[in-house]
T-cell receptor
């Protein structure tokens, strides 16, 4: 069965520093997708970045990059040059694409606090 | 519409009452998902609709929960005989299907916050 693990319930980072949020996953499928979402205190879920299992390059979107290590089944999110507005809950998610299941499962989240 | 629309945004009900939560997905998005997020927790999958296929109901926590999607667009999540443990934010998401840009990405609504007294 699919599983997403985020082991850091909370993280602090100084403004303008980089931070890595950890995510490991478990799947028996060869084709899958990995996602990161941001949830500010307002509650909306904001898509940040996507990595396909066959993508050889790590995904990047502005200050966000996904450190994809397939053999280790990890998909860590790296936020560079942290800003106060980055303070939020961050969720890692996975979608399997070949098992006929199109559910997206989410980790328990990491609460990031950016310090001025 | 431009985004996923959910209503009501807030619902307070008494234990034992039935509630209906509505989701209007982005126009053209054929896949629709319901999730539940309890306070301070992650997202719990409830149900998934894809086009005219039978929905994946494997996440519904009990037979008090049901959902339908009419005309391949609007969906309603119904909770019968609500219990206090049903209190949560119910999130709806949709995505487009096919080999197009963004096809994998779930777009979420703002959620419906349910409080059962």
């Amino acid at each position: 069965a699919q599983k997403i693990t985020q082991t850091q319930p909370g993280m602090f980072v100084q403004e303008k520093e980089a931070v890595t949020l950890d995510c490991t996953y478990d799947t028996s499928d060869q084709s899958y997708g990995l996602f990161w979402y941001k949830q500010p205190s307002s509650g909306e879920m904001i898509f940040l970045i996507y990595q396909g299992s066959y993508d050889e390059q790590n995904a990047t979107e502005g200050r966000y990059s996904l450190n994809f290590q397939k053999a280790r089944k990890s998909a860590n999110l790296v936020i560079s040059a942290s800003q106060l507005g980055d303070s939020a809950m961050y969720f890692c998610a996975m979608r399997e694409a070949t098992s006929g299941t199109y559910k997206y499962i989410f980790g328990t989240g990491t609460r990031l606090k950016v310090l001025a | 519409g431009a985004g996923v629309s959910q209503s009501p945004s807030n619902k307070v009900t008494e234990k034992g009452k039935d509630v209906e939560l509505r989701c209007d997905p982005i126009s053209g998005h054929t896949a629709l998902y319901w999730y539940r997020q309890s306070l301070g927790q992650g997202l719990e999958f409830l149900i998934y609709f894809q086009g005219n296929s039978a929905p994946d109901k494997s996440g519904l926590p009990s037979d008090r929960f049901s959902a339908e999607r009419t005309g391949g667009s609007v969906s309603t999540l119904t909770i019968q005989r609500t219990q206090q443990e049903d209190s949560a934010v119910y999130l709806c998401a949709s995505r487009i299907k096919g080999r197009v840009a963004g096809a994998n990405v779930l777009t979420f609504g703002a959620g419906s916050r349910l409080t059962v007294l």
